[in-house]
């Protein structure tokens, strides 16, 4: 699905259009974010509900204006239908690739839009830039 980006990922501010896929039709725990500009720019994205429990956070009202999202919690699904995807960056090895919980991107369903969030370090302690995969997966590491 296409989605107009009313808020851009940083450093891609030129984007304006991007398309989400899932990476395997069986998987919603990773998803792809691929650039509509045909410039090759694509991330892995991964769902952080199924991952952390405590992955919560208000969305900043000028966010939730840009990408008309109604409700008053940053969970509320009873009035529209988004999605919340952190981006990955991937290492070799898998196990050392890390998650930014601290810039979340949220997708507005019903009228395909999406925005990248940055929240305040300060407010939210127990969310890092750059969280290592392997504290939430076990890659069944031998000894």
Same mark, same amino acid.
């Not at 501010?13 to 991007?18: L, P």
């Not at 069986?26 to 998803?31: E, G, P, Q, R, T």
């Given at each position: 699905m296409?989605?107009?980006?009313? $808020?851009?990922?940083?450093?891609f501010? /030129?984007?304006?259009? %991007?398309k ?5 039709k069986?998987?919603?725990?990773? %998803?792809r974010l691929? $650039?509509c500009?045909?410039?090759?720019? !694509?991330f892995?994205l991964?769902?952080? /509900?199924a991952?952390?429990?405590?992955y919560?956070f208000d969305?900043?009202?000028p966010?939730k204006?840009?990408?008309d999202?109604?409700g008053t !919690? !940053? ?6 239908? *988004?999605a919340?995807?952190n981006?990955v960056?991937?290492n070799?090895?898998i196990e050392?690739s890390t998650v930014?919980?601290l810039a979340?991107i949220?997708f ?5 839009? %999406?925005a990248?969030?940055v929240?305040? $370090? *300060?407010? /939210?302690?127990? *969310? ?5 995969i !392997? ?8 000894s």
């Open positions: 296409e989605f107009v980006v009313k $808020s851009p990922i940083l450093g501010e /030129y984007i304006q259009k %991007m989400l896929e899932r990476i395997d069986d998987d919603d725990v990773f %998803m691929v $650039s500009e045909n410039d090759g720019v !694509s892995t991964v769902n952080p /509900y991952i952390r429990a405590d919560v969305i900043p009202t966010v204006v840009l990408l999202l109604k !919690s !940053s969970i509320d699904t009873a009035q529209v239908q *988004f919340v995807l981006i960056r991937v070799e090895p050392q930014n919980f979340p949220i507005n369903f019903e009228n395909q839009t %999406m990248q969030v929240l305040e $370090s *300060f407010k /939210y302690e127990n *969310f890092g830039l750059s969280e290592p !392997s504290k939430f997966f076990d890659f069944g590491n031998k």
